[in-house]
């Protein structure tokens, strides 16, 4: 699907080869990367990260209208078919606890449930994790299990909360 989405502050596209760089300050940014199973990426492996997206469409750029900085990026694709999706957020550490990352979700959510027809919209992450699940509560989304030890990590493993939300409530949120 290629996107185009704005809010008050961001716009929400496809990624460009240009946003290399960019990404670089959070795909190749230890502290950004810490909770994903992702290994921190190389300029290298950023640009190639980057070129595979114009065909496989899962990983949006997050630009700041104000300065047209790519400051982020949300993972959105299909999750057990085309009426349940996941989605997944990393951003630059410089712009984290400024809202960015629960108004570009809200926004590509929204879209998920009213443009494509979604049925249900899951997202996971570690209980360590405490900005995501706080997160994941302002979005309305409940937590609907933990999976003990299921994300193999170095030596050893990650247990995973697992959230979600589904359209009907998604519209008694926005009502």
């Known amino acids: 699907m290629k996107l185009l989405l704005q809010t008050e502050r961001l716009i929400i596209r496809d990624y460009q080869k240009e946003d290399s760089e960019e990404a670089l300050g959070f ?5 950004a990367m810490y909770y994903l199973p992702e290994e921190v ?3 290298e492996e ?3 990260f980057i070129k ?3 065909t496989k469409k ?9 300065t047209n900085q790519v400051i982020g990026h949300l993972y959105f694709t299909a999750f057990f078919g085309d009426h349940s999706y996941e ?4 951003f630059n550490p410089k712009f ?3 809202g960015y990352a629960s108004e570009s979700a809200e926004a590509l959510m929204d879209y998920g449930f009213k443009e494509l027809g979604i049925h249900r919209i899951i997202a996971t992450c ?7 699940n706080k997160m994941m509560g302002q979005l309305g989304m409940r937590l609907e299990g933990e999976f003990k030890q299921c994300i193999p990590v170095n030596n050893g493993w990650w247990d995973e909360n697992y959230y979600a939300i589904l359209v009907s409530e998604w519209t008694q949120k926005k009502a």
């Not at 795909?27 to 502290?31: I, P, Q, S, T, V």
């Not at 570690?126 to 995501?132: A, L, V, Y």
């Open 52 to 54: 595979k997206q114009e």
């Open 46 to 48: 950023v640009a190639s």
């Open 126 to 132: 570690q209980p360590e994790n405490i900005g995501s």
């Open 41 to 43: 990426m190389t300029y």
């Open 96 to 98: 984290h606890k400024k």
């Open 58 to 66: 899962e990983y949006y750029a997050v630009v700041l209208k104000e």
């Open 87 to 90: 989605i997944g957020w990393v």
């Open 27 to 31: 795909l190749g940014n230890k502290e």
